[in-house]
């Protein structure tokens, strides 16, 4: 066993897809009876499915995409948290955490456990935790909700706060199974050139103490 815990959701036809946005689709363009030798899939998705980090071009014209992200961001040590179906994400609900050393911090809320429809609405992240978390060396967030932002948000204020303060995101992870604690982290995103985003395959291994 290797220990690897795996928390992305798994790429199918039936992944929920922010409304209106591309479904996810899987094909064969070409099969092992046509060619006589392989088959040869195409994937047709958008960047905001399912895992994903967002660059900041997604909010801002003007941000970094995808191919300019540091790599260091998605590999390394990251801390666990377990809020219970908060109403927000604000300091208040993260008050009881010594979040000391912590550069990357995933937060598992338990909102949206019925992945198999896109939800209604979730909670938030408070903007004016953007400014806190950077005081404390955070430097990627990661959750288990599709945006940092209410669905009905077009300003995306947490969006933009977090990439304000230095503080990158990762969404959509698949927390159910995991235990608040220390971890090291893998969820790297794909080399795209002029991505707004990027699905990631995220994976957690318990940190030895
Ligand atoms: N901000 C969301 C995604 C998002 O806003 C979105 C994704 C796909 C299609 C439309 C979207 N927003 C439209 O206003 C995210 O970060 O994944
Ligand atoms: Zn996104
Ligand atoms: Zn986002």
Redesign the pocket.
């Known amino acids: 066993m290797s220990g690897w815990i795996d928390i992305s959701q798994v790429l199918t036809e039936k992944i929920p897809v ?1 409304p ?2 591309s479904p996810f689709t899987y094909r064969l363009t070409w099969s092992k009876e046509e060619t006589g030798s392989v088959n040869v899939g195409q994937v047709v998705m ?1 960047t ?1 499915t399912g895992t994903h980090i ?1 660059a900041p071009f ?1 909010f801002d014209s003007d941000g970094r995409r995808v191919i300019d992200l540091d790599t260091d961001l998605y590999i390394g040590n990251a801390r666990v948290i377990h809020l219970h179906r908060p109403q927000a994400i604000t300091s208040r609900e993260l008050s009881g955490e010594d979040l000391t050393g912590v550069t990357r911090l995933l937060i598992r809320t338990d909102a949206w456990t019925e992945r198999s429809a896109f939800p209604s609405s979730i909670p938030a992240i408070d903007p004016d935790l953007a400014p806190w978390l950077s005081q404390k060396g955070i430097r990627l967030v990661g959750l288990d909700l ?2 940092v ?1 209410p669905l009905n948000s ?1 300003a ?1 204020p947490a ?1 933009h706060a977090l990439n304000h303060h230095g503080i990158h995101i990762l ?1 959509g992870l698949v927390l159910d199974h995991v235990a608040p604690g220390d971890y090291e982290l893998v969820a790297l995103p794909l080399p795209l050139a002029d991505g707004d ?1 990027s699905p990631v395959r995220a994976v957690l291994k318990p940190q030895k103490t």
Request: aromatic share 6%; charged share 35%.
């Open positions: 922010w209106g946005d958008s905001h967002d997604h599709p945006s932002d077009k995306l969006h969404e985003g």
